[in-house]
């Protein structure tokens, strides 16, 4: 749903959200925000919900189901061996 506001911008740049705008964002306290300028039009997004879409992204195209620990774990494998063929090469 598109919903038209109408914002003030104070002298000094600063910009306060409505209390129905944060609620509908799910903004609480302090939240950090993603400004996305698009020509003369901005988007505002919650931090969180970038990570949160980024994540879904990757799980819709992921093509093993490794988990992170498996994969770091085989980067430590592979820099160890790299390691001692290194020693005996010296």
Do not use: C, W
Request: aromatic fraction near 2%; charge should be negative.
């Amino acid at each position: 749903m598109t919903e038209t506001i109408d914002l003030r911008v104070g002298a000094n740049g600063r910009l306060v959200l409505p209390k129905a705008v944060r609620q509908a964002m799910g903004l609480a306290g302090d939240t950090r925000l993603i400004a996305t300028l698009d020509g003369e039009e901005l988007r505002l997004t919650p931090i969180h919900h970038g990570a949160r879409r980024a994540q879904a992204l990757y799980r819709q195209h992921v093509t093993n189901d490794r988990s992170s620990d498996d994969f770091l774990a085989e980067r430590r494998a592979e820099a160890d061996a790299e390691n001692a063929a290194e020693d005996i090469a010296r």
